[in-house]
Structure formats: structure tokens, C-alpha cells
């Protein structure tokens, strides 16, 4: 019976990753940007009609195209999962050099 729990875990936490895995805002489809949270039809289409004009180079780029989408928003995004030519959105600055 503890083998049959231990599986189940493993089945479960498999499942659970893979819900949680990265969308490329350059591959992703409608659906599996729906997928994420925080966005919706609306917010999937407009990443999508962005994207028609090329590739995003980066987070900057992808929040200058996709309307609605600043500073807040990206950090959001990235956290649900969202990546920028596989890259989340940068957390923080860089320190400047001394």
C-alpha cells in the first residue's frame, strides 16, 4: 500500500510540474497561453497579433507590442510561467559597477 502512495505522489507532482511549465511568448498557442494565470482570451490574442509582426527579442520588446502589459504585469506573467525567448522577466537591475 505505501508503493501504491509513493507512485501516486510522483504521478501527481509530475502533473502538477508540468501545468507549471514555461510558455514562450514566440511558440506558445491561444490555448496554452490560456493556460496560464492571469491570462485570458483577450490577453492571448493580442500576443498573438504581436507576434504576426515578428518574433519578441526580449521582455522589453514583448511589453512595447503587447498592449496592456507593463513593469507589473511582466513580473506577473513570468511568474505564471510566461518566458521571453525562454527567459523570465528580470527581477531586478543590475548593480552598477563600482
Known sequence: MRT???IAFGLWAMSASLALAAVDANKGTA???????????ALSQRILDARKQGEFKDWYD???????????AAHKLSGAGLTV???PYPSSVPAAPR
Open 4 to 6: 501504491s502512495r509513493v
Open 85 to 87: 525567448n525562454g527567459r
Open 62 to 72: 514583448f511589453m512595447a507590442r503587447v498592449k496592456g502589459v507593463k513593469e507589473k
Open 31 to 41: 490555448a496554452e497561453f490560456d493556460g496560464l494565470p492571469g491570462v485570458g482570451p
